[in-house]
């Protein structure tokens, strides 16, 4: 940390900048969220699993509730957007996809500072969360 | 008034983005998915079969509860001073009819959403600690990835047993934690040295310029594999294990490790929900009336913070967890 900003007490630049994208990212993902679910729960868009039909699968194991669900796993529910319990996922998925989209001008801020180790960790974790996010690793339940 | 107009312009820009993004899924899905809807209706009458009749209770009335209940355990949550996702997995687990594989997705997206929204405020402050939390975030995201597909690899079992047992030494450490507001640092470590890991910030009651180091940086980002771990496979988030380790351990103010903690939970339990989303653990019908809950609760507990006894509420909390910790446990044991 530079002793300029240190002797201030101020949070560094590029902490601004993320705090400031995570405020109107995660803020946009839960009013979605909430707006997507009022459509769902009113009916106002069908959903892929009949609003009744969806007690009787949390009650069970994942793989139950795929199965007889006919749930995609990984990045299958794009395709079931149209169906209200599926569009449900934009906001969840904004939620979870934020941390990587802030982590992306952290690399050049700390490049341009010459901090390499902090710009190599700031790469490493994008690259992190994308593994997770790709759901290479992710298909099926026990 | 820069700045302001800049945001004006991100918040007007991210609206319209989210409106678009929404008009353009409806319709680009609109024809998606089609045949695979047809064919879930048999599938469901099959279900119906299998599983037995409907379950006699309205399909609206546990998330109608789960709202409720969620809006309080956010007040609880508050004023005992954990984190949302610590409580609801133990008692959602115990007291509702989901399985556990949906309730850790849940409790995931719980403890998400609540460190995104309270993130922001915490950077501003300089009461989270980029720098701090960067080396930290990596191990711990990297070994939640590996405990959530633990957790989703082990039988239920021995889950709710592990969580039994989790639980209930959560509830001790809470009761037995003694945290220190300014840990004395006396020399900084080497690695803590090369990687920055300082700090400063001001103390809003009396205007004070309070500045911070780290030590034994190295035990305690090895600690973070095990809590990177814990939370992933249990969906707890961490914030109970963060705290002590950065305060403690590391010798972090004790305002430092509370906000980088509740910062970190945004970065840890983002990779461990992606794999909890990508097996579709996550069902929407039950998973938002727990975040919109969980977050309308914890805005009234900040309000009711003020007026309120928090050592009794921090007792009652430490009694809850050992209860539903001993649910699960004797869950986990089959009786």
């Not at chain 1, 839960?30 to 769902?40: D, F, I, K, R, S």
Request: one cysteine or more; charged letters at 10%; aromatic letters at 10%.
């Amino acid at each position: 940390m530079s002793d300029q900003i240190k002797a201030t007490g101020k949070a560094s630049p590029e902490q601004i900048t993320y705090a400031n994208m995570l405020f109107y990212g995660s803020w946009s993902g839960l009013a979605l969220m909430a707006v997507t679910y009022l459509l769902y729960v009113f009916g106002i868009i069908t959903p892929h699993i009949p609003l009744e039909k969806v007690p009787l699968l949390w009650s069970q194991p994942v793989h139950t509730y795929l199965e007889l669900g006919q749930v995609p796993t990984g990045w299958g529910w794009a395709v079931l957007l149209g169906k209200g319990d599926f569009l449900n996922f934009l906001g969840i998925v904004l939620l979870a996809a934020m941390t990587i989209v802030c982590y992306i001008p952290l690399i050049p801020a700390f490049l341009k500072r010459k901090e390499f180790t902090f710009a190599v960790l700031a790469l490493a974790e994008i690259l992190v969360l994308m593994f997770a996010a790709s759901g290479i690793v992710g298909g099926g339940g026990h | 008034m820069t700045m302001n107009r800049k945001h004006v312009l991100a918040g007007s820009a991210c609206i319209v983005l989210m409106g678009v993004l929404l008009f353009a899924a409806v319709a680009w899905a609109s024809n998606a998915g089609t045949d695979a809807v047809a064919h879930v209706g048999s599938e469901m009458v099959k279900a119906g079969a299998v599983l037995g009749a409907e379950t006699g209770v309205a399909w609206w009335v546990w998330p109608l509860v789960l709202l409720f209940f969620c809006f309080v355990l956010g007040i609880i949550a508050v004023l005992a001073g954990v984190g949302g996702g610590v409580l609801y997995v133990p008692l959602v687990s115990g007291f509702f009819p989901f399985h556990l594989d949906f309730v850790r997705g849940a409790g995931l997206m719980v403890a998400l959403a609540g460190a995104l929204a309270a993130g922001p405020g915490l950077l501003k402050r300089n009461f989270a600690s980029l720098r701090l939390a960067l080396p930290v975030a990596l191990i711990a995201s990297s070994c939640a990835i590996l405990g959530a597909f633990l957790g989703m690899a082990l039988p239920t079992r021995i889950v709710q047993l592990f969580l039994g047992i989790t639980i209930m030494g959560i509830a001790i450490l809470i009761l037995c934690s003694k945290n220190s507001a300014r840990p004395v640092v006396t020399k900084q470590d080497a690695l803590g040295l090369a990687l920055g890991m300082n700090g400063s910030y001001v103390e809003p009651s009396t205007g004070e310029l309070v500045e911070w180091k780290t030590h034994r940086t190295l035990p305690g980002l090895l600690m973070f594999i095990i809590i990177g771990i814990m939370a992933g496979m249990f969906g707890l988030g961490a914030g109970w294990a963060n705290v002590p380790v950065l305060n403690l351990m590391m010798g972090a103010p004790l305002k430092v490790a509370v906000g980088t903690s509740k910062f970190l939970l945004s970065i840890t339990d983002t990779s461990a929900a992606w794999v909890y989303l990508n097996k579709g653990c996550v069902i929407p019908l039950m998973a938002i009336p727990s975040i919109i809950g969980l977050m309308l609760g914890s805005f009234v507990g900040v309000r009711l913070l003020a007026k309120a006894k928090p050592t009794f509420i921090r007792y009652m909390v430490i009694g809850v967890l050992l209860f539903a910790g001993g649910k699960a446990l004797l869950k986990g044991l089959g009786v």
